[in-house]
């Protein structure tokens, strides 16, 4: 299928080592402008602000508070999915044993049919079973 190529980048655009490459040689330049600049980016030069001890108090605030995004996410909004509904219903350990009784009583008429697993169900041994638990 020969035709018109379509999408890609634009001719004459620089590929990324030659970006890298600009970008180098712009340091290295305001290097030799500035001989005392600053050699990381804003963020980091937020960090070195509000870690120095021998800064003023408000202006190490200033810089945390600015440098606050980028290190951690801020809090979104939840909405609950009942929200305006009834209550989340906690049930107690009783009312679960009741009603498992109950569902056990209505398995044992043959009421409701059960479907077992094919291999073995383990269930947690109880402290009078158990011979490694100490009485």
Same mark, same amino acid.
Request: hydrophobic fraction near 40%.
């Given at each position: 299928?020969?035709?018109? *190529?379509?999408? /890609?980048?634009?001719?004459?655009?620089?590929?990324?080592?030659?970006?890298? =490459?600009?970008?180098?040689?712009?340091?290295?330049?305001?290097?030799?402008?500035?001989?005392? =600049?600053?050699?990381?980016?804003?963020? =980091? &030069? &937020?960090? +070195?602000?509000? *870690? %120095?001890?021998?800064?003023?108090?408000?202006?190490?605030?200033? =810089? +945390?508070? +600015?440098?606050?995004?980028?290190? *951690?996410?801020? &809090?979104?909004?939840?909405?609950?999915?009942?929200? /305006? /509904?009834?209550?989340?219903?906690?049930?107690? $350990?009783? $009312?679960?044993? @009741? @009603? &498992?009784?109950?569902?056990? $009583?209505?398995?044992?008429?043959?009421?409701?049919?059960?479907?077992?697993?094919?291999?073995?169900? #383990?269930?947690? @041994?109880?402290?009078?079973?158990?011979? %490694? #638990?100490?009485?």
């Amino acid at each position: 299928m020969a035709g018109k *190529k379509t999408g /890609g980048r634009v001719a004459g655009t620089p590929n990324k080592r030659k970006r890298q =490459a600009v970008v180098a040689e712009a340091i290295a330049r305001v290097g030799e402008t500035i001989p005392d =600049a600053f050699a990381g980016d804003a963020h =980091a &030069l &937020l960090i +070195a602000t509000y *870690k %120095n001890p021998n800064l003023d108090l408000h202006v190490r605030l200033e =810089a +945390a508070k +600015a440098a606050l995004p980028y290190e *951690k996410p801020r &809090l979104q909004a939840v909405t609950l999915a009942n929200e /305006g /509904g009834e209550p989340t219903k906690v049930l107690s $350990e009783l $009312e679960i044993g @009741r @009603r &498992l009784a109950f569902v056990l $009583e209505l398995i044992a008429r043959g009421e409701v049919k059960v479907k077992m697993p094919d291999q073995g169900l #383990v269930l947690p @041994r109880s402290k009078e079973s158990d011979p %490694n #638990v100490e009485r």
